[in-house]
T-cell receptor, first 109, second 113 residues
């Protein structure tokens, strides 16, 4: 079983749509959770950390369910510029980041 | 503030040759990480430096890979001899103590032919 699993997609949505990505992780000792964004042939960039109480940053909302070991990312009012690969990332204290393979989003006009 | 810099951005070498990748972290970041993405796979951890010391090298695939960080500043990752399966994008990242402060470099795309 992969440590971090994501639906690879692609998710093809029109501008203005709401889209949700899910992620599950296998290690219950994981302590920190993140969503990274990676554009084609670019480096991963931190989109947002994910907190137990859930958190929002503009059009982006992240949720964490520790009991189910499940993380989600909701994007509202999708923009063309949101097209990218979204990486679910976890880690334990003092250890390296563990990446999922990513979910590809394509937003079209 | 300058970001994480990696050199070269691309490298094409023949099987059996040697390649050295370089990473300059953000100034003041004690933590330096190497990651690799092989085509079709997830980004995977290779190793972690704290200053000049190897904190964790559990992700290094085999002894053909050698990483150094002399003086605790920039780091090099040498592959000798390179094999076809070493092809991929090698990312370097640096951070202060908090892992959420990771900054990635733009990567070195290595192709072994």
């Amino acid at each position: 079983r992969k440590e971090v699993e994501q639906d690879p997609g692609p998710f093809n949505v029109p501008e203005g749509a709401t889209v949700a990505f899910n992620c599950t992780y296998s290690n219950s000792a994981s302590q920190s959770f993140f969503w990274y964004r990676q554009d084609c042939r670019k480096e991963p960039k931190l989109l947002m950390s994910v907190y137990s109480s859930g958190n929002e940053d503009g059009r982006f909302t992240a949720q964490l369910n520790r009991a189910s070991q499940y993380i989600s990312l909701l994007i509202r009012d999708s923009k063309l510029s949101d097209s990218a690969t979204y990486l679910c990332v976890v880690n334990q204290a003092g250890t390296a980041l563990i990446f999922g393979k990513g979910t590809t989003l394509s937003v079209s006009s | 503030e300058a970001g994480v810099t990696q050199f070269p951005s691309h490298s094409v070498i023949e099987k059996g040759q040697t390649v050295t990748l370089r990473c300059d972290p953000i100034s003041g970041h004690d933590n330096l990480y190497w990651y690799r993405r092989v085509m079709g796979k997830e980004i995977k951890f290779l190793l972690h430096f704290v200053k000049e010391s190897k904190q964790d090298e559990s992700g290094m695939p085999n002894n053909r890979f050698l990483a150094e960080r002399t003086g605790g500043t920039y780091s090099t990752l040498k592959v000798q001899p390179a094999e076809l399966e070493d092809s991929g994008v090698y990312f370097c990242a640096s951070s202060q103590v908090n892992p959420s402060g990771y900054t990635f470099g733009s990567g070195t795309r290595l192709t072994v032919v």
